[in-house]
């Protein structure tokens, strides 16, 4: 919920501050961390209003695709996701693996026949995928329609075609750990295309805030001082 909260009180805030613009009239905001999850949960609230069944932690697997899981590759702590949903997919899959004689029996056949022999499946594509790179694999596999994504490092993302296409990551001065790289923006807007500042430090602006938006004295500010109430920021 604190990935999924944010994007619905944006939208929310939008939404208020629409209606203010169209009524001058503002907008109380209830925004529940629970009910916004709950709404990305309707397949399993339905699984046990329907069947009974009561959702359980399931790691790496899920019950519409096998195989499904992060499969180790070649080098240190190197991994390369692969989710097979369909039994085209299957076969798309067998192929690039070059047509295993394994991979043709009846026990891998269908997905329901894969999801029975899932831990042995695992471990026969471990085998396959640990000797290889798993960047050159990760783009076989997306070139066969095979969903595939490599487990990716800090390092790995500022590498990233994509990612650098879009210039995602930007860079910043920062008064104590120097240029440093933030995440950027997800949305590009042509008239208000924004931009990212730089983290600010603990207490940086608290003169500004008391002075010019809250407008206390001088001696005001002094006393919250002593008091410890603020915590100066680090030169």
């Known amino acids: 919920t604190d990935m999924l909260t ?18 001058n009239k503002g907008q109380w905001i209830d925004l529940s961390q629970f009910e916004t999850g ?19 932690r399931c790691g790496n697997q899920d019950a ?12 240190h702590d190197r991994w390369l996701s692969i989710v097979v949903t369909t039994d085209e997919e299957w076969r798309a899959f067998v192929n690039v693996m070059d047509n295993p004689a394994w991979a043709h029996t009846a026990r891998f056949s269908t997905r329901d026949n894969r999801k029975v022999h899932e831990e042995e499946l695992n471990h026969l594509i471990s085998s396959w995928t640990e000797p ?3 960047l050159v694999l990760e783009n076989r596999l ?13 390092s790995d993302l500022f590498e990233d075609p994509q990612l650098k ?34 983290a600010p430090l603990l207490g940086e602006h608290y003169e500004e805030i008391l002075r010019d ?7 005001q500010i002094a006393e919250l001082i002593a008091q410890g109430v603020i915590e100066m920021h680090l030169e």
């Open 142 to 154: 997306q070139q066969a329609g095979v969903a595939a994504g490599l487990v990716a490092k800090q």
């Open 165 to 198: 296409d879009r210039e995602f990551f930007a860079w910043c001065d920062h008064k104590v750990m120097g240029r440093s790289p933030y995440d950027g923006l997800m949305s590009h807007l042509s008239k208000t295309p924004g931009a990212i500042a730089s």
């Open 213 to 219: 938006l809250l407008n206390f004295s001088e001696d």
């Open 132 to 134: 290889q790179d798993a």
């Open 6 to 23: 944010p994007a619905v009180g944006a939208t929310l805030i939008t939404a208020a501050l629409d209606y203010r613009q169209r009524t």
């Open 64 to 75: 519409a695709a096998c195989p499904h899981a992060a499969y180790r590759c070649q080098g």
């Open 38 to 56: 709950v709404n990305h949960m309707p397949t399993t609230i339905l699984d046990y209003t329907v069947n009974g069944r009561v959702a359980t």
